[in-house]
């Protein structure tokens, strides 16, 4: 997609591989709304990205928030939720093995609600990671392994 002049939504777009999106979305001529909890942590936003506040796990929200800025022509979310647990499953606390499902809630409530609203051509992208592809015992010893390369 030629994304020049298309109006694009980024969930999670203040930090990490959302905020990377915001930027070259707008280096390429889209006008971006990054979204989150709170925006401010995305500092000064470079020309032809607006923040905007929004929890994706809040529904009502989000038809709100999408009824708000229809239509758009690319929709996409890295938002993940809010906390993620990491590490071995038998070592893991509770509350954080549930709340790495939010990402899940929250991907489910951008596509239940936004894609109505989403031109003809859109297009929706929802940002993954490796262990969807393959998660095994030691992906804590493997993420190390990364981090420190
Ligand atoms: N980092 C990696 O190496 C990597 C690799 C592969 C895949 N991924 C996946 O890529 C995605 C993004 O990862 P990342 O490392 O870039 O994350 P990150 O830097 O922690 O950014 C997460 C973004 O999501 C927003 N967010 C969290 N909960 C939200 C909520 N309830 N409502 C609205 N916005 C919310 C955060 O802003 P607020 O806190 O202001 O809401 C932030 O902008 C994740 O799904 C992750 O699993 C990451």
Redesign the pocket.
């Known amino acids: 997609m030629n994304v020049d002049g298309k109006k694009a939504i980024v969930?999670?777009?203040?930090?990490?591989?959302?905020?990377?999106t915001t930027k070259q979305l707008a280096a390429l001529g889209a006008r971006v709304l990054?979204?989150?909890?709170?925006?401010?942590?995305?500092g000064t936003p470079p020309a032809g990205v607006t923040l905007a506040?929004?929890?994706?796990?809040?529904r009502t929200a989000m038809e709100a928030f999408f009824k708000q800025h229809a239509p758009f022509d690319i929709l996409i979310?890295?938002?993940?939720?809010?906390k993620?647990a990491m590490g071995p499953f038998l070592e893991m606390d509770m509350d954080g093995y549930k709340a790495s499902f939010?990402?899940l809630w929250?991907y489910a409530n951008v596509v239940r609600y936004g894609a109505s609203h989403l031109s003809k051509d859109g297009a929706i992208v929802l940002?993954?990671?490796?262990p969807e592809q393959r998660a095994g015992s030691g992906l804590q010893k493997c993420?190390n392994n990364?981090a420190a390369d």
């Open positions: 969930f999670g777009g203040t930090s990490g591989i959302g905020l990377a990054a979204v989150s909890r709170d925006p401010s942590k995305a506040k929004c929890d994706v796990l809040d979310s890295a938002a993940t939720g809010g993620r939010d990402k929250g940002v993954s990671g490796a993420i990364l």
